[in-house]
């Protein structure tokens, strides 16, 4: 499906180690997402060589912009088809991973890639502004990340109250992020998190990313997040 000698060199180019039964997985991976999208929607990306770097470089590139530590307990916000958090799963299966969605299809094809691929990892159904305000998952995590495409001071809503004081929100972003950051400085304060940097690269066949390195510096007042329709309707600035 996918070439495995091409995604070693790529993986490696960024400073990341895949060993044989890696790479394995994640041409599985490859495989059954373009046969599963022939019937589900799960991304517009589908040419082996589109999926190699759009989807598993740039999802590989945030253990470059973060170190993660052997039982780390990460959550992936909005994860999708399982980016980035399934191919993290791959490439660190000692990671304690859990993947969040709202949508329940998309979730049992990823149960369906790990039980394929020989994997585990927390399957979480629930809408980011509920799973936050539950006592399991609230401030419970070391690393909290996601690709989705709401801007910095909303999807920092949903995020920051997940991360554990201490811990890291690092959100994937376009390098169109300048404008983002500077609006969402007051939102992540008041949220109890601050922007450390913005580690930018660049991804062959991709262009420039970005990933705001935000810190948990304390706890988040309890009234966030909010409902999803205040935080569209009126985002924190």
Do not use: G, M
């Given at each position: 499906m996918i070439d495995k000698?091409?995604?070693?060199?790529?993986a490696k180019d960024i400073g990341i180690e895949l060993d044989e039964l890696a790479l394995q997985r994640l041409d599985k991976y490859a495989e059954m997402l373009v046969e599963t999208n022939k019937?589900?929607?799960?991304?517009?990306?589908?040419?082996?060589?589109?999926?190699?770097?759009?989807?598993?470089?740039?999802s590989l590139s945030l253990l470059t912009a973060v170190e993660v530590k052997s039982g780390e307990k990460i959550l992936d916000v909005g994860t999708g088809a399982g980016f980035p958090g399934v191919v993290l799963l791959i490439a660190k299966p000692d990671i304690k991973i859990t993947l969040m969605d709202g949508t329940n299809k998309r979730l049992?094809?990823?149960s369906d890639v790990l039980a394929e691929i020989g994997l585990e990892a927390e399957i979480l159904?629930?809408?980011?502004?509920?799973a936050g305000k539950e006592k399991e998952y609230r401030e419970?995590?070391?690393?909290?990340?996601?690709?989705?495409v709401a801007s910095?001071?909303?999807?920092?809503e949903y995020c920051l109250p997940f991360v554990k004081v201490g811990g890291i929100f690092a959100p994937m972003k376009s390098v169109k992020i300048d404008e983002e950051t500077e609006l969402a400085h007051k939102a992540v304060n008041l949220l109890g998190g601050k922007i450390r940097e913005i580690?930018?690269?660049?991804?062959?066949n991709c262009g420039e990313r970005a990933v705001v390195i935000t810190e948990k510096i304390s706890q988040t007042p309890p009234k966030?997040?909010?409902?999803s329709a205040q935080i569209n309707k009126k985002p924190l600035i």
């Open positions: 000698q091409l995604l070693f060199n790529e019937t589900l929607n799960l991304t517009a990306i589908t040419e082996p060589t589109d999926i190699l770097y759009k989807h598993f470089i740039d049992k094809f990823i159904h629930s809408r980011a502004e509920l419970k995590f070391y690393l909290v990340t996601s690709r989705a910095l001071n909303i999807l920092s580690k930018r690269y660049n991804i062959k966030y997040p909010r409902a």
